[in-house]
């Protein structure tokens, strides 16, 4: 387990408002609302100095503070629609952290729905923060991708599929072509200076690689029963390797 970081923020954006699947953030995953699931995770891990959830409902405040968060503001209106990014309610939520507690190193925005992350990822992940810091760069989880990136279809106006990449890649053997890896979308570390820029945050990583059987976005209710069952042989998993 690691020891505490001076300076370290984990941030947690979890508003009330999902459409997709409704109060997704306090549905119960394996009888343990699903924000209250990963912050058990963030928790544990001992990485950050301070674990706070952004949100404007009141239900989801509270479900975070009964899982040892804090959440020391209600996230405004304007910063709560469909359309707002994560930047943009992270350096928020720097900005109050700032206010009220003074100068942060580095923050981690962490998804609700990365309840297949474990204590290590966090402490791992970590101790790439001072070698990103020091190129303006994050560190994001990564995934790699299990066929060639550059083998992808792409769908013109009839309907039909064509190859989205050069005539060379297509004639090229899979081992040939180069690896390519994808955003994981689970957690990501970057300086409160980088959060509050309008430069994109995935401009240049530090790539913390997740496996991809660790990996899931929970968006419709069939990524909820993968997650659920991905979860499940991960618990089978870390219990034979105990």
């Not at 300076?7 to 508003?15: E, H, N, W, Y």
């Not at 959440?71 to 939520?93: C, E, K, Q, Y």
């Not at 070698?131 to 560190?139: K, Y």
């Amino acid at each position: 387990m690691a020891s505490r970081k001076r300076g370290f923020l984990a941030v947690i954006p979890a508003r009330g408002g999902s459409k997709r699947i409704p109060r997704k953030n306090i549905r119960k995953f394996r009888g343990v609302p699903l924000l209250g699931r990963t912050l058990s995770t963030v928790i544990r891990s001992s990485v950050f100095d301070k674990v706070i959830v952004s949100t404007d409902d009141p239900e989801i405040a509270e479900i975070g503070r009964q899982f040892g968060a804090l959440v020391p503001f209600s996230r405004p209106n304007d910063l709560s629609d469909d359309w707002t990014g994560t930047a943009p309610v992270v350096a928020h939520a720097v900005d109050q952290v700032t206010d009220a507690f003074g100068d942060l190193s580095a923050v981690c925005c962490i998804y609700p729905g990365a309840v297949l992350m474990e204590t290590e990822d966090f402490v791992t992940s970590s101790n790439l923060v001072s070698q990103a810091l020091g190129q303006d760069a994050v560190v994001a989880a990564v995934v790699r991708y299990s066929h060639p990136a550059q083998r992808a279809l792409r769908r013109v106006a009839n309907g039909q599929l064509v190859p989205a990449g050069s005539e060379e890649d297509v004639a090229s053997r899979t081992q040939d072509l180069e690896p390519m890896w994808h955003d994981a979308g689970q957690f990501y570390w970057a300086s409160p200076d980088r959060w509050r820029s309008p430069k994109p945050l995935l401009t240049t990583v530090v790539p913390y690689e997740v496996p991809s059987w660790r990996v899931q976005d929970i968006d419709t209710e069939e990524d909820w029963l993968r997650a659920e069952l991905l979860y499940e042989i991960q618990l089978r998993a870390n219990t034979v390797a105990e």
